[in-house]
Each structure stands twice: as C-alpha cells, then as structure tokens.
C-alpha cells in the first residue's frame, strides 16, 4: 500500500466485513475476504458483479458502460472513498 492510499471498512450485508484500500477495486477486496460475487469482465462492460450502495461513495478507475440503477456499483471497475456499506447478490 503506498503512502497515500487509504484504507476503508467495508461493512457487507449477511456476509460480514473487510477492509479495502482506495488502490484496489472492490472485487479484488471482496475476493481477498473470501466472499463470493459473480463476476466476468472486470472492465465494468457486462454487469455482471452490479451490486447494491447502501452507504458510502465509489470512485470509478474507469467509466462502466454497463447499466447501473442509482444504488448500484460495479465492484470491478470501482474502490473506496470512504467506508461502505454494500449488499452483494447472494
């Protein structure tokens, strides 16, 4: 982790907690922590890890073309600004 990176608590709905860095994605975070998410592209194109904001801020390391509603995030293509509070489909 570099010196400005932060790290931030991610709080997951009926799975438990973890920690992410503001250098990592979500997904990268939620695979370290063992948590199961469906997942293809990791570019933010399919959709297919869309997850629900419940609290909290994302920053996209790119731009997702994928639809997202309002309270949704790409955990591939996003980290932390700030702790979170997500519900991953199960």
Known sequence: MSKNAKA???DVVDVGSLTATSE???LTALE???VHIHYHCREGFC???RTKLLEGEVAYT???LAFIDDDEI???CCVAVCPLKIKVPL
């Open 62 to 64: 790119t731009d997702p």
């Open 47 to 49: 959709g297919a890890c």
């Open 32 to 34: 370290g922590a063992n």
């Open 8 to 10: 931030f608590h991610i």
């Open 74 to 76: 790409l955990p591939c």
């Open 24 to 26: 990592t994605t979500l």
